[in-house]
C-alpha cells in the first residue's frame, strides 16, 4: 500500500513557475514507477509526465515538453514535477500517481495508487 500526497500548488501569473511535491509513504517507493496527471474543469483527466522507478527515464506530454521537468529522490520518497514558463491552459489539479515495477507509462489505468490533487491556476 502506498498513500501519495501532493503538494506545492497555487496561484501564479503566465510565464511564471511552481515545482509541485508528492511524497510517498512505505519502504519501497524506489519500486515504482511515478507518474504525473492532471485534470481541468469540464476536461478529462490528462497525462503530464512520467518517471522509471530509478530515474533513469523521463518522458513528457507533448503539451508540456521543454517546460516542465520530472524529478525523483528515492531517499526522500518524493517526486516533483518543476513546471516553468507557465500558461494558463496549465490550470488544472495536479495529481500524482504510483505504478509498481519499473516502467514509466502515460496510460492512468496502469497506476495502482493515486494522491488527492494540488490545484495550479495560471492566470494570463
Known amino acids: 500500500q502506498v498513500q501519495l500526497v501532493e503538494s506545492g500548488g497555487g496561484l501564479v501569473q503566465a510565464g511564471g513557475s511552481l515545482r509541485l511535491s508528492c511524497a510517498a509513504s512505505?519502504?519501497?517507493?524506489?519500486?515504482?514507477?511515478m507518474g504525473w496527471f492532471r485534470q481541468a474543469p469540464g476536461k478529462e483527466r490528462e497525462y503530464v509526465a512520467a518517471?522509471?522507478?530509478?530515474?533513469?527515464?523521463?518522458y513528457y506530454a507533448v503539451s508540456v515538453k521543454g517546460r516542465f521537468t520530472i524529478s525523483r529522490d528515492n531517499a526522500k520518497n518524493t517526486v516533483y514535477l518543476q513546471m516553468n514558463s507557465l500558461k494558463p491552459e496549465d490550470t488544472a489539479v495536479y495529481y500524482c500517481?504510483?505504478?509498481?515495477?519499473?516502467?514509466?507509462?502515460?496510460?492512468?489505468?496502469?497506476?495502482?495508487?493515486w494522491g488527492q490533487g494540488t490545484q495550479v491556476t495560471v492566470s494570463s
Open positions: 500517481a504510483a505504478r509498481q515495477g519499473p516502467g514509466a507509462t502515460y496510460s492512468d489505468y496502469l497506476y495502482d495508487y
Open positions: 518517471i522509471s522507478w530509478s530515474g533513469g527515464g523521463t
Open positions: 512505505g519502504r519501497t517507493f524506489s519500486s515504482y514507477a
